[in-house]
């Protein structure tokens, strides 16, 4: 297996087809949604690692690959150089335990009748069985690291807010030392005040326990605060990836440019240059041939619409997937 | 033309009553809302946007909601002691509504057609040709691609930024004053809303339409409000220019959630956070509701509610820092 030795996660040509439904599988015309359609990124140790890109994109469909919640159509992911999908036994259940997960929405990821210590302690209680005090004082611990009082251990989620409730998911993930946590939009149901608390727990974590994040959000800013590396997604592909400093100074792909200039300067009066596009975003059904934004680009061109543009580096470690380089 | 007064809201309150006892969803709100002018209502979940805005089309949702006191003058005329019947013929005429959910504004069993259709029949009287003809005319103004065969489509049938376009279409239909928009563009994709907020704006300058504008986005404000005002716990805390609220915002608040908002435009090492979490409606403190996390925070700040003073033109906060 070739491919960057640094890298805690490495998935390669990942592919998630659904069957489709709807009318035309009742007509039994085999279409199929290419949810992931041929991705390749990796997770160095200890960094955030996003994945952007507008509703329906793919995002989370490859987070539930990387969880094992969904098998690929193809291609492979990588933990530690083996391959997850060939796992058995307690290698499995290693996987299971140092990859762990947050999403978005804080009111319905956590079982409403459990109190917030068993929330926490399940994990840790279904894989080590460990004596009760133990599982106390590391409950207390994670408490702590997750900025809550010992005292809330007790509390059912209907008694926290939001932002405490997706704390309690972040302790929870916390509970086996992982070195991956998926967070699958872990913001943005949370209120603007709340959020940066949220944002800063998650960048403190990462710096004392150096697990890596992979991190999926719509908002840019989120992101531009989180990661070390962003790639954006659109239709199921992978159209431009680079640091995270680079890719929001110097973006490429015209998709990212209008991703950025639509994620609106906070400041009134900021000119810069905006790409406004039109159109619809395309089904994944039957993305466009070619470049599957050349329905909306506004710089498509002849070769556009007949070929697709593979990604190429054009600086290192900056690759983009467009005929105009 | 372009300073005349069009809506003007005065300590408007609207309470629930429940089990949990009495919640104070808008307690006490007053803004003026001009000509040909966007007014941008921001704040919090659960601070009391959507209510505020549903009591000014009398849409709230009773009994448990009441409106306890206060006026809401539109054209001078007080909707307020208006009859169900009467505020029926002001809704879509005069004074409309855009809801943040385009799928619950939309009903699902008739086509976009039909739902276009009623309004420009009821208040403009429009039959056969000439309703088609202004029915395909709204939907081309909302860039909605193939006008005519649309019609024919249900609400289903179109994509999330279609649907937010068909409502706005509806919504815009019988050439309303006031657009009551309330988080109009919070469901869509960021690329998808840059062009609806685009559309929007092109057509107020065309019609001079003002714009009440409910969003928790300050990107957003940025982009689209000539004015904001702040909401807090059912209160306007704060009120300016846009340009004025985000270079010298008055209000602790305000002034913590504009630095709380990351940009995606400068790196920063760490975001500035507001501890805690807004008061209960239900149980709200005494004085201040913002005195349990303001950093300013004195005494009297827990006794008594701060007044609102005006502190440049037309910028107005309410904080007993100054009083
Ligand atoms: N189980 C499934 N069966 C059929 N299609 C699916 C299934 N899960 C996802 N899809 C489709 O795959 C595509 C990608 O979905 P995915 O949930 O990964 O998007 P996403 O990028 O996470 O979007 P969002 O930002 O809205 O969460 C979409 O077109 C979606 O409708
Ligand atoms: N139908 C209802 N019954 C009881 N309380 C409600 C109802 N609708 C809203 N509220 C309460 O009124 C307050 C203001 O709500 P809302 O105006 O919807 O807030 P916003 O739009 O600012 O998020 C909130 O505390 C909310 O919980
Ligand atoms: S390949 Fe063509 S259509 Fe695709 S992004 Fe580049 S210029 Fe636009
Ligand atoms: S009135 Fe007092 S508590 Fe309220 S915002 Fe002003 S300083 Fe803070
Ligand atoms: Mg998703
Ligand atoms: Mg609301």
Same mark, same amino acid.
């Given at each position: 297996? @070739?491919?960057?030795?640094?890298?805690?996660?490495?998935? =390669?040509?990942?592919?998630?087809?659904? /069957?489709?439904?709807?009318?035309?599988? !009742?007509?039994?015309?085999?279409?199929?949604?290419? &949810?992931?359609?041929?991705? *390749?990124?990796?997770?160095?140790?200890?960094?955030?690692?996003?994945?952007?890109?507008?509703?329906?994109?793919?995002?989370?469909?490859?987070?539930?690959?990387?969880?094992?919640?969904?098998?690929?159509?193809?291609?492979?992911?990588?933990?530690?150089?083996?391959?997850? @999908?060939?796992?058995?036994? *307690?290698?499995?259940?290693?996987?299971?335990?140092?990859?762990?997960?947050?999403?978005?929405?804080?009111?319905?990821? !956590?079982?409403?009748?459990?109190?917030?210590?068993?929330?926490?302690?399940?994990?840790?209680?279904?894989?080590?069985?460990?004596?009760?005090?133990?599982?106390?004082?590391?409950?207390?611990?994670?408490?702590?690291?997750?900025?809550?009082?010992?005292?809330?251990?007790?509390?059912?989620?209907?008694?926290?807010?939001?932002?405490?409730?997706?704390?309690?998911?972040?302790?929870?993930?916390?509970?086996?030392?992982?070195?991956?946590?998926?967070?699958?939009?872990?913001?943005?149901?949370?209120?603007?005040?709340?959020? /940066?608390?949220?944002?800063?727990?998650?960048?403190?974590?990462?710096?004392?326990?150096?697990?890596?994040?992979?991190?999926? &959000?719509?908002?840019?800013?989120?992101?531009?605060?989180?990661?070390?590396?962003?790639?954006?997604?659109?239709?199921? !592909?992978?159209?431009?990836?680079?640091?995270?400093?680079?890719?929001?100074?110097?973006?490429?792909?015209?998709?990212?440019?209008?991703?950025?200039?639509?994620?609106?300067?906070?400041?009134?009066?900021?000119?810069?240059?905006?790409?406004?596009?039109?159109?619809?975003?395309?089904?994944?059904?039957?993305?466009?041939?070619?470049?599957?934004?050349?329905?909306?680009?506004?710089?498509?061109?002849?070769?556009?619409?007949?070929? &697709?543009?593979?990604?190429?580096?054009?600086?290192?470690?900056?690759?983009?997937?467009?005929?105009?380089? | 033309?372009?300073?005349?007064?069009?809506?003007?809201?005065?300590?408007?309150?609207?309470?629930?009553?429940?089990?949990?006892?009495?919640?104070? /969803?808008?307690?006490?709100? *007053?803004?003026? !809302?001009?000509?040909?002018?966007?007014?941008?209502?921001?704040?919090?979940?659960?601070?009391?946007?959507?209510?505020?805005?549903?009591?000014?089309?009398?849409?709230?949702?009773?009994?448990?909601?009441?409106?306890?006191?206060?006026?809401?003058?539109?054209?001078?005329?007080?909707?307020?002691?208006?009859?169900?019947?009467?505020?029926?013929?002001?809704?879509?005429?005069?004074?409309?509504?855009?809801?943040?959910?385009?799928?619950?504004?939309?009903?699902?069993?008739?086509?976009?057609? @039909?739902?276009?259709?009623?309004?420009?029949?009821?208040?403009?009287?429009?039959?056969?040709?000439?309703?088609?003809?202004?029915?395909?005319?709204?939907?081309?103004?909302?860039?909605?691609? &193939?006008?005519?065969?649309?019609?024919?489509?249900?609400?289903?049938?179109?994509?999330?930024?279609?649907?937010?376009?068909?409502?706005?279409?509806?919504?815009?239909?019988?050439?309303?004053?006031?657009?009551?928009?309330?988080?109009?563009?919070?469901?869509?994709?960021?690329?998808?809303?840059?062009?609806?907020?685009?559309?929007?704006?092109?057509?107020?300058?065309?019609? @001079?339409?003002?714009?009440?504008?409910?969003?928790?986005?300050?990107?957003?404000?940025?982009?689209?409000?000539?004015?904001? /005002?702040?909401?807090?716990?059912?209160?306007?805390?704060?009120?300016?220019?846009?340009?004025?609220?985000? *270079?010298? $915002?008055?209000?602790?608040?305000?002034?913590?959630?504009?630095?709380?908002?990351?940009?995606?435009?400068?790196?920063?090492?760490?975001?500035?956070?507001?501890?805690?979490?807004? $008061?209960?409606?239900?149980?709200?403190?005494?004085?201040?509701?913002?005195?349990? =996390?303001?950093?300013?925070?004195?005494?009297?700040?827990?006794?008594?509610?701060?007044?609102?003073?005006?502190?440049?033109?037309?910028?107005?906060?309410?904080?007993?820092?100054?009083?």
């Amino acid at each position: 297996m @070739n491919g960057h030795s640094d890298s805690l996660l490495q998935v =390669r040509g990942l592919k998630k087809h659904f /069957a489709a439904r709807g009318l035309l599988s !009742l007509l039994s015309v085999r279409t199929w949604v290419r &949810a992931v359609d041929g991705i *390749s990124f990796y997770v160095r140790p200890g960094e955030t690692f996003s994945l952007v890109g507008e509703s329906g994109c793919g995002k989370t469909t490859t987070a539930k690959l990387l969880l094992l919640l969904e098998q690929p159509t193809a291609g492979n992911i990588y933990f530690d150089g083996q391959d997850i @999908n060939q796992l058995k036994g *307690s290698e499995l259940r290693r996987y299971r335990s140092l990859v762990q997960a947050v999403f978005q929405d804080p009111w319905s990821s !956590l079982n409403p009748r459990m109190r917030a210590s068993s929330i926490i302690a399940e994990p840790l209680v279904v894989n080590h069985k460990p004596p009760k005090q133990e599982v106390q004082r590391r409950v207390e611990q994670l408490l702590m690291d997750v900025g809550l009082e010992p005292a809330a251990a007790a509390n059912y989620p209907h008694e926290f807010s939001g932002g405490q409730r997706q704390r309690v998911a972040v302790a929870r993930a916390l509970a086996l030392n992982p070195r991956l946590i998926v967070l699958d939009e872990p913001v943005s149901a949370l209120d603007v005040s709340i959020r /940066a608390q949220i944002m800063n727990l998650l960048r403190d974590l990462q710096r004392k326990y150096g697990m890596s994040y992979f991190l999926i &959000a719509h908002n840019l800013a989120t992101v531009r605060y989180l990661s070390h590396q962003v790639a954006v997604m659109y239709l199921g !592909l992978i159209v431009e990836q680079a640091t995270s400093e680079e890719l929001f100074t110097k973006p490429l792909h015209p998709y990212t440019k209008a991703l950025i200039s639509a994620a609106l300067p906070t400041q009134p009066g900021v000119q810069q240059e905006r790409i406004l596009l039109s159109g619809e975003v395309p089904s994944a059904t039957h993305p466009p041939s070619g470049c599957r934004f050349h329905t909306r680009c506004p710089f498509v061109f002849d070769r556009c619409a007949v070929e &697709a543009p593979q990604l190429r580096e054009l600086a290192p470690g900056h690759t983009v997937a467009c005929h105009l380089y | 033309m372009g300073d005349t007064l069009i809506l003007q809201v005065r300590d408007l309150k609207t309470y629930f009553f429940t089990k949990r006892g009495v919640g104070k /969803a808008v307690d006490g709100v *007053s803004f003026d !809302l001009r000509r040909g002018e966007t007014l941008g209502l921001v704040g919090e979940s659960g601070c009391g946007k959507s209510m505020t805005c549903l009591s000014v089309m009398r849409l709230h949702p009773g009994p448990a909601a009441r409106i306890l006191s206060g006026q809401v003058l539109l054209h001078g005329e007080e909707l307020l002691q208006k009859t169900e019947k009467e505020m029926r013929k002001l809704r879509g005429k005069h004074i409309a509504m855009i809801l943040q959910d385009p799928m619950t504004a939309l009903n699902p069993v008739f086509t976009i057609g @039909n739902q276009l259709a009623e309004p420009l029949r009821i208040h403009q009287k429009l039959r056969g040709h000439r309703l088609l003809q202004r029915a395909i005319e709204l939907l081309r103004m909302l860039q909605i691609p &193939a006008a005519e065969s649309r019609l024919k489509s249900f609400p289903h049938q179109f994509s999330g930024g279609m649907r937010q376009r068909a409502v706005s279409s509806i919504a815009l239909s019988c050439d309303p004053e006031v657009i009551v928009a309330d988080e109009p563009t919070t469901s869509l994709d960021v690329t998808i809303q840059a062009a609806f907020l685009e559309l929007l704006k092109e057509i107020q300058r065309r019609s @001079n339409l003002a714009i009440l504008f409910v969003t928790h986005d300050f990107g957003v404000v940025a982009r689209m409000c000539d004015r904001v /005002a702040v909401m807090y716990a059912g209160k306007i805390i704060e009120t300016a220019d846009t340009q004025r609220l985000f *270079s010298t $915002p008055a209000h602790p608040y305000t002034e913590a959630l504009l630095k709380s908002v990351p940009e995606v435009n400068v790196q920063i090492d760490r975001l500035y956070t507001i501890e805690g979490q807004p $008061p209960s409606i239900y149980d709200l403190p005494a004085g201040c509701p913002f005195a349990p =996390r303001c950093p300013y925070v004195e005494d009297r700040c827990r006794q008594e509610f701060p007044p609102v003073k005006q502190v440049a033109n037309s910028h107005t906060v309410s904080c007993w820092r100054h009083v």
